[in-house]
């Protein structure tokens, strides 16, 4: 059974970083892209960064230069690395895995519960 | 502003069938494939309909996808109170070398 366990989610001050952790079973990370998707209080889902299984990684224009996405093969974890937080950076984050590459296909067959990330002072 | 455009909201009786419309552009649906996705508050989101209409095994065939041009739209028949959440359609968007998502649509079943 695919399972999906984020963690490491909690309350910063504007500035400041979380790294956050999402741990798999019943698949390994590096044979499926991975990503982030996020969603703010009161908004939709929004896509935030993506590890393809070759190494290519992806974000999302209102994260880069700001976030870092990872993975740790033999762990089976993809990593969310998170600086300069910004009150608007409050969200649930989901991990969740893709379908198999295809030119042009982004899909999310498996996902987390999420874990809550608040920026706040 | 959200990259995809889905209606706000939709309702339709118990038993009727609902349609969804998820408008992008060239960057996205129009050269990309399309998935849907069912939300429900504090739940993870579960995918629907991936490559424009393709259903996972465990989706029953009451939930249908198609695309035509840069618009996509997901369809429910035999609709049911537990449809009630949150629908999204995404796509990969080639000119922002990312995943977009549209606003979301909320189903309410009356």
């Known amino acids: 059974e695919v399972q999906l366990v984020e963690s490491g989610g909690g309350l910063v001050q504007p500035g400041g970083s979380l790294r956050l952790s999402c741990a798999a079973s019943?698949?390994?990370?590096?044979?499926?892209?991975m990503s982030w998707v996020r969603q703010a209080p009161g908004q939709g889902l929004e896509w935030v960064s993506v590890i393809y299984s070759g190494g290519s990684t992806y974000y999302a224009d209102s994260v880069k230069g700001r976030f870092t996405i990872s993975r740790h093969n033999s762990e089976n974890m993809v990593f969310l690395q998170m600086d300069s937080l910004r009150a608007e950076d409050t969200a649930v984050y989901y991990c969740a895995r893709g379908g198999p590459w295809a030119r042009g296909s982004l899909y999310f067959v498996h996902w987390g519960q999420g874990t809550q990330v608040t920026v706040s002072s | 502003q959200s990259v995809l455009t889905q209606p706000p909201s939709v309702s339709a009786a118990p038993g009727q069938k609902v349609t969804i419309s998820c408008s992008g552009s060239s960057a996205n649906i129009g050269n990309n494939y399309v998935a849907w996705y069912q939300h429900l508050p504090g739940t993870a989101p579960k995918l629907l309909i991936y490559d424009n209409d393709k259903r996972p095994s465990a989706i029953p065939d009451r939930f249908s996808g198609s695309k035509s041009g840069t618009s996509a739209t997901l369809g429910i028949t035999g609709l049911q109170t537990g449809d009630e959440a949150d629908y999204y359609c995404?796509?990969?968007?080639?000119?922002?070398?990312?995943?977009?998502f549209g606003g979301g649509t909320k189903l309410t079943v009356l």
């Open positions: 019943g698949f390994t990370v590096s044979s499926n892209y």
């Open positions: 995404g796509t990969w968007d080639s000119s922002l070398s990312g995943g977009v």
